[in-house]
Protein backbone atom coordinates (compact mmCIF):
# COMPACT_ATOMS: atom_id res chain seq x y z
CA UNK A 1 0.00 0.00 0.00
CA UNK A 2 1.22 3.29 -1.03
CA UNK A 3 1.64 6.27 1.26
CA UNK A 4 -1.41 7.90 -0.71
CA UNK A 5 -3.49 5.03 -0.42
CA UNK A 6 -2.69 4.59 3.99
CA UNK A 7 -3.71 8.08 4.38
CA UNK A 8 -7.05 7.64 2.27
CA UNK A 9 -7.37 4.68 4.28
CA UNK A 10 -7.05 6.50 7.83
CA UNK A 11 -9.03 9.20 6.55
CA UNK A 12 -12.02 6.39 5.64
CA UNK A 13 -11.63 4.98 9.30
CA UNK A 14 -12.04 8.28 10.65
CA UNK A 15 -15.18 9.30 8.89
CA UNK A 16 -16.49 5.44 10.27
CA UNK A 17 -14.96 6.54 13.98
CA UNK A 18 -16.71 10.12 13.89
CA UNK A 19 -19.93 8.78 12.70
CA UNK A 20 -19.96 5.73 15.40
CA UNK A 21 -19.16 8.77 18.07
CA UNK A 22 -22.69 10.37 17.11
CA UNK A 23 -24.12 6.89 17.95
CA UNK A 24 -22.19 6.80 21.21
CA UNK A 25 -21.67 10.40 22.31
CA UNK A 26 -19.11 10.88 25.44
CA UNK A 27 -17.94 7.23 24.54
CA UNK A 28 -13.98 7.56 25.53
CA UNK A 29 -12.85 4.70 23.53
CA UNK A 30 -13.89 5.78 20.49
CA UNK A 31 -12.18 8.94 21.35
CA UNK A 32 -8.70 7.94 22.33
CA UNK A 33 -8.80 5.60 19.17
CA UNK A 34 -10.20 8.77 17.22
CA UNK A 35 -7.50 11.07 18.74
CA UNK A 36 -4.64 8.31 17.60
CA UNK A 37 -5.71 8.00 14.32
CA UNK A 38 -6.26 12.03 13.66
CA UNK A 39 -2.28 12.03 15.25
CA UNK A 40 -1.02 9.97 12.62
CA UNK A 41 -3.21 11.30 9.51
CA UNK A 42 -2.16 14.87 11.19
CA UNK A 43 -4.10 18.22 10.62
CA UNK A 44 -4.15 18.36 6.78
CA UNK A 45 -4.22 16.30 3.46
CA UNK A 46 -3.24 16.82 0.44
CA UNK A 47 -5.44 17.89 -2.23
CA UNK A 48 -5.00 14.87 -4.37
CA UNK A 49 -6.17 13.18 -1.22
CA UNK A 50 -9.14 15.32 -0.54
CA UNK A 51 -10.21 14.70 -4.28
CA UNK A 52 -10.22 11.19 -3.96
CA UNK A 53 -11.95 11.15 -0.34
CA UNK A 54 -14.89 12.98 -1.95
CA UNK A 55 -14.82 11.41 -5.14
CA UNK A 56 -14.20 14.39 -6.96
CA UNK A 57 -11.53 15.05 -10.44
CA UNK A 58 -8.68 16.97 -8.95
CA UNK A 59 -9.49 19.69 -11.43
CA UNK A 60 -13.46 19.94 -9.73
CA UNK A 61 -11.68 20.11 -5.94
CA UNK A 62 -9.27 23.24 -7.44
CA UNK A 63 -12.01 25.01 -9.07
CA UNK A 64 -13.77 24.75 -5.84
CA UNK A 65 -10.61 26.19 -3.99
CA UNK A 66 -10.50 29.07 -6.57
CA UNK A 67 -13.62 29.39 -5.45
CA UNK A 68 -13.05 30.09 -2.17
CA UNK A 69 -15.38 27.36 -1.03
CA UNK A 70 -12.96 25.10 0.52
CA UNK A 71 -10.73 26.16 2.72
CA UNK A 72 -6.59 25.77 2.19
CA UNK A 73 -3.40 25.92 4.35
CA UNK A 74 0.44 26.14 3.67
CA UNK A 75 1.99 23.66 5.89
CA UNK A 76 5.19 23.88 7.30
CA UNK A 77 6.88 22.24 4.02
CA UNK A 78 5.00 25.33 1.76
CA UNK A 79 2.28 22.79 0.36
CA UNK A 80 -0.96 24.05 0.37
CA UNK A 81 -3.59 21.43 1.90
CA UNK A 82 -6.86 20.73 2.85
CA UNK A 83 -7.72 21.04 7.03
CA UNK A 84 -9.29 17.51 8.04
CA UNK A 85 -12.18 18.72 9.83
CA UNK A 86 -13.50 20.92 6.69
CA UNK A 87 -12.44 17.82 4.34
CA UNK A 88 -15.02 15.43 7.06
CA UNK A 89 -17.90 17.75 7.26
CA UNK A 90 -17.62 18.29 3.78
CA UNK A 91 -17.88 14.46 3.04
CA UNK A 92 -20.46 13.65 5.55
CA UNK A 93 -22.77 16.66 3.51
CA UNK A 94 -21.16 14.78 -0.28
CA UNK A 95 -22.26 11.21 1.34
CA UNK A 96 -26.03 12.81 2.60
CA UNK A 97 -26.47 14.04 -0.98
CA UNK A 98 -25.09 10.72 -3.10
CA UNK A 99 -27.54 8.61 -0.49
CA UNK A 100 -30.35 10.46 -2.12
CA UNK A 101 -29.29 9.66 -5.45
CA UNK A 102 -27.57 12.45 -6.59
CA UNK A 103 -24.75 11.52 -7.50
CA UNK A 104 -24.28 13.66 -10.79
CA UNK A 105 -21.89 16.48 -9.41
CA UNK A 106 -20.91 15.55 -6.16
CA UNK A 107 -19.83 19.05 -4.73
CA UNK A 108 -22.11 21.11 -5.94
CA UNK A 109 -25.48 20.97 -3.67
CA UNK A 110 -23.04 20.85 -0.65
CA UNK A 111 -21.34 23.89 -1.77
CA UNK A 112 -24.66 25.49 -2.96
CA UNK A 113 -25.80 25.12 0.71
CA UNK A 114 -22.82 26.93 2.05
CA UNK A 115 -23.43 29.62 -0.08
CA UNK A 116 -27.27 29.69 0.56
CA UNK A 117 -26.28 29.67 4.41
CA UNK A 118 -23.46 32.46 3.73
CA UNK A 119 -25.79 35.16 1.90
CA UNK A 120 -28.66 34.14 4.97
CA UNK A 121 -26.41 35.74 7.84
CA UNK A 122 -28.33 38.14 9.77
CA UNK A 123 -27.30 41.66 10.54
CA UNK A 124 -28.34 41.47 14.07
CA UNK A 125 -25.56 39.54 14.00
CA UNK A 126 -22.41 41.16 12.54
CA UNK A 127 -22.34 43.84 14.42
CA UNK A 128 -19.57 46.31 13.46
CA UNK A 129 -16.71 46.47 16.22
CA UNK A 130 -16.81 49.18 18.82
CA UNK A 131 -13.50 50.61 18.42
CA UNK A 132 -11.14 51.12 15.45
CA UNK A 133 -8.10 48.65 16.30
CA UNK A 134 -7.73 45.22 15.93
CA UNK A 135 -8.19 43.86 18.59
CA UNK A 136 -11.78 45.62 18.48
CA UNK A 137 -12.22 43.80 15.00
CA UNK A 138 -11.14 40.64 16.07
CA UNK A 139 -13.04 40.54 19.13
CA UNK A 140 -16.37 41.16 16.98
CA UNK A 141 -15.96 38.76 14.66
CA UNK A 142 -15.49 36.26 17.15
CA UNK A 143 -19.01 37.32 18.51
CA UNK A 144 -20.72 37.13 15.30
CA UNK A 145 -18.49 34.26 14.37
CA UNK A 146 -20.48 32.32 17.89
CA UNK A 147 -23.91 34.15 17.13
CA UNK A 148 -23.89 32.26 13.79
CA UNK A 149 -23.15 29.31 15.40
CA UNK A 150 -25.47 29.46 18.24
CA UNK A 151 -28.38 30.14 15.61
CA UNK A 152 -26.72 26.72 14.29
CA UNK A 153 -26.34 24.32 17.07
CA UNK A 154 -27.28 20.80 17.65
CA UNK A 155 -26.08 18.25 20.06
CA UNK A 156 -23.92 16.64 17.66
CA UNK A 157 -21.52 19.64 17.07
CA UNK A 158 -22.00 20.43 20.59
CA UNK A 159 -20.22 16.64 21.14
CA UNK A 160 -17.62 17.50 18.22
CA UNK A 161 -16.45 20.10 20.23
CA UNK A 162 -16.16 18.12 22.97
CA UNK A 163 -14.19 15.95 20.45
CA UNK A 164 -12.11 18.70 19.50
CA UNK A 165 -11.40 20.26 23.56
CA UNK A 166 -10.31 16.91 24.35
CA UNK A 167 -7.75 16.70 21.35
CA UNK A 168 -6.67 20.03 22.39
CA UNK A 169 -5.77 18.64 26.33
CA UNK A 170 -3.91 16.08 24.87
CA UNK A 171 -1.96 18.18 22.58
CA UNK A 172 -1.66 20.88 25.13
CA UNK A 173 -3.19 23.42 23.32
CA UNK A 174 -5.30 25.22 25.41
CA UNK A 175 -4.74 26.47 29.18
CA UNK A 176 -6.26 23.79 31.59
CA UNK A 177 -8.33 26.92 33.46
CA UNK A 178 -10.41 27.57 29.68
CA UNK A 179 -10.35 23.68 28.94
CA UNK A 180 -12.81 23.88 32.41
CA UNK A 181 -14.82 26.50 31.43
CA UNK A 182 -15.65 24.73 28.01
CA UNK A 183 -16.14 21.24 29.42
CA UNK A 184 -18.48 22.22 32.29
CA UNK A 185 -19.98 24.61 29.25
CA UNK A 186 -20.52 22.10 26.88
CA UNK A 187 -21.57 19.90 29.15
CA UNK A 188 -24.93 21.95 30.08
CA UNK A 189 -28.09 22.18 28.07
CA UNK A 190 -27.93 22.93 24.19
CA UNK A 191 -29.97 25.99 24.67
CA UNK A 192 -27.75 27.71 27.36
CA UNK A 193 -24.78 26.73 24.96
CA UNK A 194 -26.48 28.84 22.79
CA UNK A 195 -27.18 31.64 25.17
CA UNK A 196 -23.45 31.59 26.49
CA UNK A 197 -21.59 31.37 23.83
CA UNK A 198 -23.45 34.28 22.31
CA UNK A 199 -23.14 36.73 25.39
CA UNK A 200 -21.81 40.19 25.33
CA UNK A 201 -19.14 40.49 28.37
CA UNK A 202 -15.62 39.91 29.07
CA UNK A 203 -15.88 36.92 30.47
CA UNK A 204 -17.24 35.77 27.51
CA UNK A 205 -14.89 36.88 24.79
CA UNK A 206 -11.94 35.59 26.59
CA UNK A 207 -13.81 32.28 26.26
CA UNK A 208 -14.36 32.69 22.93
CA UNK A 209 -10.83 33.43 22.26
CA UNK A 210 -9.78 29.57 23.13
CA UNK A 211 -13.01 28.35 21.67
CA UNK A 212 -13.47 24.30 20.18
CA UNK A 213 -16.78 25.51 18.43
CA UNK A 214 -14.15 27.55 16.16
CA UNK A 215 -14.09 25.52 12.77
CA UNK A 216 -18.08 24.55 12.85
CA UNK A 217 -19.36 27.25 10.15
CA UNK A 218 -18.46 26.63 6.55
CA UNK A 219 -15.43 28.43 4.42
CA UNK A 220 -18.08 30.44 2.88
CA UNK A 221 -19.77 31.81 6.01
CA UNK A 222 -16.10 32.20 7.73
CA UNK A 223 -15.41 34.51 4.73
CA UNK A 224 -18.66 36.49 5.00
CA UNK A 225 -18.36 37.35 8.41
CA UNK A 226 -14.72 38.58 7.79
CA UNK A 227 -16.04 40.77 4.97
CA UNK A 228 -19.07 42.10 6.44
CA UNK A 229 -17.63 42.53 10.40
CA UNK A 230 -15.18 45.40 9.77
Known amino acids: MGLVEHRQELF???????????A????????????????????TVSRRLAARALGVSHTALERWIKAGDLPVVYTRGGRLEV????L?????????????GDR????????????????????????????DDGHARARARSLAYHRVVARQLRRPM?????????RWRAQGRIDDHYAAQWEALLAR????????????????????????LAGLLSETERKQIIERVR
Open 12 to 22: ENLVRLRRAGL
Open 24 to 43: MPGNEDLSAVRLSLERELGE
Open 83 to 86: PVPA
Open 88 to 100: LDLRDAVDADRAQ
Open 104 to 131: RYALAPAMSRQREAARRLRADDLQPPRG
Open 158 to 166: VDEARHVLH
Open 189 to 212: PVDEIREAIAEESQSADDLRQNSP
